[in-house]
T-cell receptor
Framework: DQQVKQNSPSLSVQEGRISILNCDYT??????FLWYKKYPAEGPTFLIS?????DKNEDGRFTVFLNKSAKHLSLHIVPSQPGDSAVYFC?????????????FGKGTHLIIQP | KAGVTQTPRYLIKTRGQQVTLSCSPI?????VSWYQQTPGQGLQFLFE???????NKGNFPGRFSGRQFSNSRSEMNVSTLELGDSALYLC?????????????FGPGTRLTVL
C-alpha cells in the first residue's frame, strides 16, 4: 500500500524551462510534506517542505504547491538548470509526533537537457 | 560542520551471514534514522533512535536491529542475510526528529548479498 506516489519515473525538460514534478498521497493524516533531491552515490538532500496549513511555499527557484482536497502536491523548478538533473523524492512524516520516520515516494528522475 | 558519515561504503556478504553498518550523525544531532533503498520498493523506513532509545520501527522483520550509543553514533545489524537484503542502506540524522527538524542523510552503505 503506497501512501505516497510519484507516478512519473522520469521527466525530461529543456534547460531554462519549467520542471513540474508531481506527487499524490492517500493518507489524509499527512500534514507535512518534504521534497528531497538525490544524486547518484550520494544520500538524499533536503530541498523544500510545506505544511498543510499552507498551499504554497517558495525558496528561490523552487516552489511547492499543495492541494489538500486533491491530495496532491507538486514541485516547480524555474528556470531548470543542468545541475537540477537528479532523482526527486516526495516524502511525508508517518504520523504525529517527532518519533516517526518518513514515507517516501519512489522518485522521479529529472533530466535537464541543454 | 561535518556531515553524516556511514561506514563501510560498500559491503559484499553471502546468504546466512550477518552484517553491521555504522552511522555517525552530525555533531549535536540526537535522532538517527535508518532507511533501506531498493529499486522495487524505493526508500523504506527501518527505525529511528533518539538518545539511545528506539522510538519507532518500520515494517521489517526482527532480523533487522539497531542501537545507538551515548555519543549518538548508531549501528544497524542484519542477521541471517537473504538475497533480498541487497540494498542501499541510508542513515539520516536530525536534532530532534523528522517533524521538527530537517533530516540530513549520509551517502549510504551499498550491501550486496550473494
Amino acid at each position: 500500500d503506497q501512501q505516497v506516489k510519484q507516478n512519473s519515473p522520469s521527466l525530461s525538460v529543456q534547460e531554462g524551462r519549467i520542471s513540474i514534478l508531481n506527487c499524490d498521497y492517500t493518507n489524509s493524516m499527512f500534514d507535512y510534506f518534504l521534497w528531497y533531491k538525490k544524486y547518484p552515490a550520494e544520500g538524499p538532500t533536503f530541498l523544500i517542505s510545506i505544511s498543510s496549513i499552507k498551499d504554497k511555499n517558495e525558496d528561490g527557484r523552487f516552489t511547492v504547491f499543495l492541494n489538500k482536497s486533491a491530495k496532491h502536491l507538486s514541485l516547480h523548478i524555474v528556470p531548470s538548470q543542468p545541475g537540477d538533473s537528479a532523482v526527486y523524492f516526495c516524502a511525508a512524516p508517518n504520523s504525529g509526533g517527532g518519533a516517526d520516520g518518513l514515507t517516501f515516494g519512489k522518485g522521479t528522475h529529472l533530466i535537464i537537457q541543454p | 560542520k561535518a556531515g553524516v558519515t556511514q561506514t563501510p561504503r560498500y559491503l559484499i556478504k553471502t546468504r546466512g551471514q550477518q552484517v553491521t553498518l555504522s552511522c555517525s550523525p552530525i555533531s549535536g544531532h540526537r535522532s538517527v534514522s535508518w532507511y533501506q533503498q531498493t529499486p522495487g520498493q524505493g526508500l523504506q523506513f527501518l527505525f529511528e533512535y533518539f538518545s539511545e532509545t528506539q522510538r519507532n520501527k518500520g515494517n521489517f522483520p526482527g532480523r533487522f536491529s539497531g542501537r545507538q550509543f551515548s555519543n549518538s553514533r548508531s549501528e544497524m545489524n542484519v542477521s541471517t542475510l537473504e538475497l533480498g537484503d541487497s540494498a542501499l542502506y541510508l542513515c539520516a540524522s536530525s536534532t530532534h526528529g523528522v517533524r521538527t527538524d530537517t533530516q540530513y542523510f549520509g551517502p549510504g552503505t551499498r550491501l550486496t548479498v550473494l
